[in-house]
C-alpha cells in the first residue's frame, strides 16, 4: 500500500508541475496527511471491490495501477496512474480495461478526470463524455455569509436520508462510503418539509462531498462549510449544473477557475451536487 501511495502522488505531482503556470510557486506533493487518508480510502475500495483494483508490474515492481468499484448500478474510477517513465507505452489502456470490466453489469459510470491528455484521451476512447469542471478559491468575506439556519451536525443514523439523496442526484447511494467518510470528514445534514441534503466537510471547511434534493438546501449546506473555514479555501469539483454553488462562492468572493472533467457515461451530471475525487 505505501509503495502505491507515493506512485500515485508522484504520478500527479509531476501532473501539477508540468500544468502549473511558470508564474506559479513550486507545487508541493502530497502531504503524510493526506498520504494516510488516501490509504484508508484505498484499503476500503480493496476490501469492497477487490475485482475492480488492477496493478501492473514489471521485473522492477509496480509501474501503475487502477482502483474502481461499483455501487448499485454505477461503475466509479477512484485512482488510475501510471509511473511517469512508463506513461504512453499502452500500460494505462490495459489496466483501465481490466478496471471497467469489473462494470460490466452497471449502466452508469462517473469518475474526475485530471486534465492529462493521455487520460482524456483513454476516457472518451471508453465512451465517457467530458464534462469541464470549476473550482472555486480565495478567503471568505465573513460580512457576506448569511444567517444559517436548519442544518445540524450528522451522525451514522443519517446514512439512510443520505443514500436517498444520492440516489436522487447521482443515481446510486454511497452505502458503505458513508461510514468511512464519517470518520474522515465532519458530516451536517438539512432535513426538512422542503429539502433534504448533506456534506462532508473537511479540516480547513472546504467541502469533501454535497447532495441536495433542491438548490436553496444545498446552498444552506455550503454556506455552513464556508462559514468554518479560517483562511484560504475552496470549492472544487463545480460542474455548470451546478451554477448555485458558483453563486455561493462569488458572493463569499471568493475566484472562479477551471480544472480537470467529470467524465460521465450514460448519465448527466449531477446537481445540485458537489462530487468528490474518489468516492464521486
Ligand atoms: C492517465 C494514465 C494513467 C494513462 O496511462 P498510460 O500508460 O500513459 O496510457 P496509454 O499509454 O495506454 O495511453 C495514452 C494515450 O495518450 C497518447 N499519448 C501519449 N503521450 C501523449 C502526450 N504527450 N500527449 C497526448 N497524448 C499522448 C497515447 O498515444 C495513447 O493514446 P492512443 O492509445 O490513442 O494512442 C497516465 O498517463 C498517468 O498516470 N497520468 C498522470 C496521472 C493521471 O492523470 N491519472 C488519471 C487521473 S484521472
Redesign the pocket.
Known amino acids: 500500500m505505501p509503495v502505491a501511495e507515493r506512485l500515485s502522488a508522484e504520478?500527479?505531482h509531476e501532473?501539477d508541475i508540468r500544468s502549473a503556470p511558470r508564474s506559479a510557486p513550486p507545487p508541493e506533493i502530497r502531504s503524510p496527511e493526506r498520504g494516510q487518508a488516501w490509504m484508508v480510502r484505498t484499503r476500503h475500495f480493496l476490501s469492497t471491490d477487490p475485482g475492480g483494483c488492477w496493478v501492473a508490474e514489471d521485473a522492477d515492481g509496480m509501474v501503475?495501477f487502477v482502483t474502481s468499484y461499483t455501487r448499485e448500478l454505477m461503475w466509479l474510477l477512484a485512482t488510475?496512474?501510471?509511473r511517469p517513465q512508463?506513461?504512453?507505452?499502452?500500460?494505462?489502456?490495459a489496466l483501465l480495461a481490466a478496471g471497467l470490466h469489473h462494470g460490466r453489469g452497471c449502466l452508469r459510470g462517473m469518475?474526475?478526470?485530471?486534465a492529462?491528455?493521455?487520460?482524456t484521451?483513454?476516457y472518451r476512447?471508453t465512451g465517457f463524455s467530458l464534462h469541464p469542471q470549476m473550482a472555486l478559491s480565495g478567503t471568505v468575506d465573513r460580512s457576506a455569509i448569511p444567517v444559517i439556519e436548519k442544518v445540524r451536525e450528522g451522525t451514522l443514523a443519517d446514512i439512510d436520508l443520505m443514500d436517498s439523496v444520492d440516489r436522487r442526484t447521482r443515481g446510486a447511494a454511497h452505502g458503505r462510503d458513508h461510514e468511512v467518510m464519517q470518520r474522515l470528514w465532519r458530516p451536517v445534514v438539512s432535513d426538512t418539509s422542503t429539502g433534504s441534503g448533506y456534506a462532508y466537510v473537511e479540516p480547513d471547511g472546504s467541502v469533501a462531498l454535497l447532495a441536495a434534493s433542491n438548490r436553496r438546501t444545498a446552498a444552506r449546506l455550503l454556506w455552513e462549510a464556508l462559514a468554518s473555514t479560517t483562511g484560504q479555501t475552496g470549492i472544487r469539483h463545480v460542474t455548470a449544473a451546478n451554477e448555485w454553488a458558483i453563486d455561493v462562492g462569488m458572493s463569499a468572493r471568493l475566484d472562479l477557475a477551471q480544472e480537470g472533467f467529470l467524465a460521465l457515461r450514460n448519465m448527466k451530471p449531477p446537481a445540485p451536487y458537489l462530487h468528490h475525487g474518489t468516492f464521486l
Open positions: 504520478g500527479f501532473l501503475g488510475y496512474v501510471v512508463a506513461q504512453g507505452r499502452g500500460i494505462g489502456r469518475l474526475a478526470s485530471s492529462d491528455p493521455k487520460a484521451r483513454r476512447q
